[in-house]
């Protein structure tokens, strides 16, 4: 019977659903972590009885088919760009972007990714680096013996230099925009790749055109709900068991057709 | 004598496929825009005997096969998911949806944005505008879509509202006419076209799951499974009475 198969499908949909909903869970706290949902079409219809198809020669058609339809399929995993609330932290390198746009990384081997983690940091040559230790574009090094590291709303930093009362400028940290940021390839440690179907990456100026502001001594949270998530797991998981239900009760039919004749 | 086997097998065949109706309602119990699917049923009688010289006129018998399934429009419930790309259809219209085969209609308001900017669904086909299909520019944001279907966008640094184009709604007189073709999708029958509505509203940031009811898709599962049990005995007290029938009557003297 179709049904066994049908119910397959739901339960195999159902388990992609929980680990999409608890990979948010698990990333409630992680900085700039952008939450995903499991989105699900039907399957193919068979056409039994095909609806509109003429019923005689006076031309009278068929008011309603028979369709069969053949379970759910998943068609993606978006992730939802919305903006997440911002944390104060005290730290001087933490920025937090208020709006559009995403932080841009070279990576050791030259390519670009991009991320709205910006939780920074200094190495030992004064690079403003994210966690792994790659700089964030363009390159900014802060001097030695700076102090009072400020960042603008633009992303302009500003330091204080021993003998100077006066704020220099020792650098500004982009922005790149992309048409669907959705789009984008996850690659793990918050960082993402572009793609063919994120668009060309936009680099930009914080605050302007478009592009969102940025705030200093702050970080981005995680957009996952708690309680729509729950919400989400408590429904997963009972749809899981109703499509369990429907195998053992196509089960029970079979069985008593193979015991119809002794 | 045969006719028990044959009527009960009529049934359970129906049945079977009530059931492969009620699993891909079960199995769609979480997809966005989906709207169930009911069975129905009608008799259909045999003709009774040509000869007619019985004691007792032959007595006609029906049997029972499946006429149609019909699509079951409930508004499903709305969840909020605060998606600015998510809008739920509040009425009886439909997004209009461009395929390589054509036009085809949705319920589905899990909308994405591609590549090009354009509006499309998450199978990445456009979503319809008044206009043609819907386009971001490269600086929008803060995307608004109106209840009537307008969406406009924050330009850049721009304070004032651009439109970007108006959603398609569409509805059928007949929505029964409508075919199911998977992917959230439906086609115009034939004979129902679409007619441009303005009595349905669209809300943003929610989506509208599948109107599938699990506790009706549960006790109609198990009158299912029941009926079905309750023909295979009836089928196996006929195929007993055979058997005790042919062991008497046939009990060849030895």
Do not use: C, W
Not at chain 1, 51 to 61: K, L
Request: glycine letters at 10%; aromatic letters at 6%; proline letters at 4%.
């Amino acid at each position: 019977m179709r049904a066994l198969y049908t119910a397959a499908t739901g339960m195999a949909a159902q388990e992609l659903n929980v680990q999409v909903i608890s990979n948010n869970i698990a990333n409630l706290r992680t900085t700039g972590y952008k939450k995903q949902r499991a989105a699900f079409q039907d399957l193919i219809y068979d056409h039994v009885r095909r609806v509109g198809a003429q019923a005689s020669d006076q031309g009278t058609i068929v008011p309603v088919g028979i369709d069969i339809g053949g379970g759910v399929k998943t068609v993606g995993t978006p992730r939802l760009m919305s903006q997440g609330t911002l944390a104060a932290t005290g730290n001087d390198l933490d920025i937090a972007i208020r709006g559009e746009g995403f932080f841009k990384i070279l990576m050791p081997d030259g390519t670009f990714t991009y991320t709205r983690d910006g939780s920074f940091q200094m190495d030992a040559t004064g690079r403003v680096v994210n966690a792994q230790g790659n700089p964030v574009q363009p390159t900014i090094t802060i001097p030695q013996n700076a102090s009072g590291i400020t960042i603008n709303a633009q992303g302009q930093l500003t330091v204080t230099l021993p003998g100077s009362t006066t704020p220099t400028l020792v650098g500004q940290i982009g922005l790149t925009r992309f048409i669907n940021k959705a789009g984008l390839q996850p690659i793990g440690d918050n960082l993402f790749t572009e793609t063919p179907a994120s668009g060309v990456p936009q680099d930009g100026i914080a605050n302007t055109d478009g592009y969102g502001d940025m705030q200093q001594s702050n970080l981005e949270q995680a957009n996952v709900e708690v309680v729509s998530e729950i919400s989400d797991l408590i429904a997963a998981q009972r749809a899981y068991e109703m499509n369990a239900k429907v195998i053992s009760a196509v089960d029970q039919m079979l069985q008593s057709t193979s015991n119809m004749f002794r | 004598m045969q006719n028990t086997l044959l009527v009960g097998l009529s049934r359970q065949v129906v049945l079977e496929r009530q059931m492969d109706v009620v699993a891909n309602n079960i199995a769609n119990i979480n997809t966005t825009g989906y709207k169930a699917d009911r069975s129905l049923f009608e008799e259909y009688l045999a003709s009774g005997a040509h000869e007619d010289n019985f004691a007792n006129s032959d007595r006609r018998v029906s049997f029972v096969q499946d006429r149609a399934t019909f699509h079951d429009f409930a508004p499903g419930p709305t969840q909020e998911t605060k998606n600015p790309l998510d809008v739920a259809i509040d009425g009886n219209a439909f997004l209009v949806v461009q395929t390589p085969a054509g036009e085809r209609y949705t319920r589905d308001g899990g909308l994405q944005i591609n590549n090009l900017g354009q509006l499309v669904t998450v199978s990445g086909y456009q979503v319809l505008g008044n206009s043609g299909p819907i386009v971001f520019q490269p600086t929008d944001h803060d995307i608004s879509i109106a209840a009537d279907g307008n969406v406009t966008v924050l330009e850049g640094t721009g304070r004032i509202d651009s439109v970007r184009g108006k959603l398609r709604m569409v509805s059928f007189a007949q929505a029964q006419q409508l075919l199911k073709e998977g992917s959230n999708l439906y086609s115009a029958g034939e004979g129902s076209a679409a007619q441009p509505t303005t009595t349905s509203q669209l809300r943003q940031g929610f989506v509208e799951k599948s109107n599938v009811n699990s506790v009706t898709e549960m006790s109609r599962m198990i009158e299912i499974t029941r009926t079905y049990t309750q023909i295979s005995t009836l089928l196996q007290s006929q195929s007993d009475l055979h058997k005790s029938a042919i062991e008497k009557l046939a009990d060849v003297p030895t």
